[in-house]
């Protein structure tokens, strides 16, 4: 296995990530998979699925949203929106390099990445999809910063319904590829109704799933809980892809 620092630019910016290269016949594409990690998070977190993917021959890209770890830009200035054209720029990014086979490419994103993984499933090809402990946000708040506000108090979070007119569960609503929701079973952000309801909601999913890593919380620290992650998203994609 090789892993390749890259740059991916967006808006006059760069994401910095890192490809994870399965070792591979010449000539071959590979079954492929880009990672969202969560609001105010980084690559970092998603080391470990990264390398257990590409042990098990998935050609893998993890990158920083802007003003996240190694990328460039400020964090305190991060829209919901500019997420999402760091999501397009980093799919695009992977689309395009010459080993993915773009007839499987799959996406796995936890928390805000989680909520950028359903919108960008709304748009783009994406043959299979892992959401863990998905976030949710409103739709006029596409361009503020969430930290200026208390999505958790005044947000969709607390409220039991309602998501189905949402950009992202629009976009599941019609997603017709497959799809696993992760609940983390003792979030502290993510209300159980949140994952139940993308889970309800991937109505034209070819495949549908929906796992519990018992007793985890919603950042996922402990090796314990890590390991059970990796094991759901690899088996997942060794099924999907």
Same mark, same amino acid.
């Given at each position: 296995?090789?892993?390749?620092?890259?740059?991916? *630019?967006?808006?006059?910016?760069?994401?910095?990530?890192?490809?994870? $290269?399965?070792?591979?016949?010449?000539?071959?594409?590979?079954?492929?998979?880009? $990672?969202?990690?969560?609001?105010?998070?980084?690559?970092?977190?998603?080391?470990?699925?990264?390398?257990?993917?590409?042990?098990?021959?998935?050609?893998?890209?993890?990158?920083?949203?802007?003003?996240?770890?190694?990328?460039?830009?400020?964090?305190?200035?991060?829209?919901?929106?500019?997420?999402?054209?760091?999501?397009?720029?980093?799919?695009?990014?992977?689309?395009?390099?010459?080993?993915?086979?773009?007839?499987?490419?799959?996406?796995?994103?936890?928390?805000?990445?989680?909520?950028?993984?359903?919108?960008?499933?709304?748009?783009? *090809?994406?043959?299979?999809?892992?959401?863990?402990?998905?976030? $949710?946000? =409103?739709?006029?708040?596409?361009?503020?910063?969430?930290?200026?506000?208390?999505?958790?108090?005044?947000?969709?979070?607390?409220?039991?319904?309602?998501?189905?007119?949402?950009?992202?569960?629009?976009?599941?609503?019609?997603?017709?590829?497959? $799809?696993?929701?992760?609940?983390?079973?003792?979030?502290?952000?993510?209300?159980?109704?949140?994952?139940?309801?993308?889970? =309800?909601?991937?109505?034209?999913?070819?495949?549908?799933?929906?796992?519990?890593?018992?007793?985890? *919380?919603?950042?996922?620290?402990?090796?314990?809980?890590?390991?059970?992650?990796?094991?759901?998203?690899?088996?997942?994609?060794?099924?999907?892809?």
């Amino acid at each position: 296995m090789k892993i390749q620092p890259v740059l991916i *630019p967006v808006k006059g910016e760069k994401l910095s990530g890192l490809l994870y $290269i399965p070792t591979h016949t010449v000539g071959d594409k590979l079954p492929s998979v880009v $990672i969202f990690h969560g609001r105010g998070s980084s690559k970092k977190r998603y080391f470990d699925r990264a390398q257990a993917l590409a042990e098990n021959g998935f050609l893998v890209l993890v990158f920083d949203f802007r003003g996240c770890g190694e990328s460039d830009g400020n964090f305190g200035k991060q829209t919901i929106a500019m997420g999402f054209e760091d999501a397009v720029a980093s799919y695009n990014f992977l689309k395009k390099y010459p080993l993915c086979d773009t007839n499987r490419l799959g996406v796995l994103g936890g928390s805000f990445g989680g909520y950028q993984a359903a919108l960008l499933a709304g748009k783009y *090809p994406i043959k299979s999809l892992i959401l863990a402990a998905p976030a $949710i946000y =409103q739709d006029e708040w596409w361009k503020i910063i969430p930290e200026t506000m208390d999505p958790i108090k005044n947000g969709l979070y607390r409220q039991p319904s309602g998501f189905e007119n949402t950009k992202a569960f629009k976009a599941i609503q019609k997603y017709p590829g497959k $799809i696993l929701i992760i609940e983390h079973e003792k979030d502290e952000v993510i209300p159980r109704h949140v994952t139940e309801s993308y889970y =309800q909601n991937a109505f034209k999913a070819g495949l549908k799933e929906k796992k519990v890593i018992l007793d985890a *919380p919603h950042a996922l620290h402990d090796q314990k809980y890590l390991t059970k992650s990796a094991q759901l998203v690899v088996d997942w994609f060794k099924k999907t892809l």
